[in-house]
Nanobody, 127 residues
Framework: EKYLVESGGGSVEAGGSLILSCKVSETNRYCYGWFRQIPGKDKDGVAGIDSDGSTNYVDSVKGRFTISQDTANNTVYLHMNNLKSEDTAMYYC???????????????????????WGQGTQVTVSS
């Protein structure tokens, strides 16, 4: 049974940092992504990590966020630096992607390819 459990959210001032964690049932078979959602809006992609460790980001977080995985501990992380008020959202971890080029590829631009979701963790950035 696949599962994803996020943690690490909280409140931080603009310019600060947070590390989100996503405990998953198995990191070495799938790929994973982080998404975020504010009330009244659809979920937006943030970052993805392919099954070979390649990473993908949306433009608004490039250079500030880093997605990584620890396969020994079955955990996917989102390191968030230089946080801005517009980063305030509920953050979700998801698994899915599609088989492409000999690996599972997870793009944050293709949310429809993610089928298993965590419960979310809230990030609030005050300016």
């Amino acid at each position: 049974e696949k599962y994803l459990v996020e943690s690490g959210g909280g409140s931080v001032e603009a310019g600060g940092s947070l590390i989100l964690s996503c405990k998953v049932s198995e990191t070495n078979r799938y790929c994973y992504g982080w998404f975020r959602q504010i009330p009244g809006k659809d979920k937006d992609g943030v970052a993805g990590i392919d099954s070979d460790g390649s990473t993908n980001y949306v433009d608004s977080v490039k250079g500030r966020f880093t997605i990584s995985q620890d396969t020994a501990n079955n955990t996917v992380y989102l390191h968030m630096n230089n946080l801005k008020s517009e980063d305030t959202a509920m953050y979700y971890c998801a698994s899915g992607g599609r088989w492409e080029g000999g690996k599972f590829h997870c793009s944050p631009h293709r949310i429809w390819e993610f089928g298993t979701w965590g419960q979310g963790t809230q990030v609030t950035v005050s300016s």
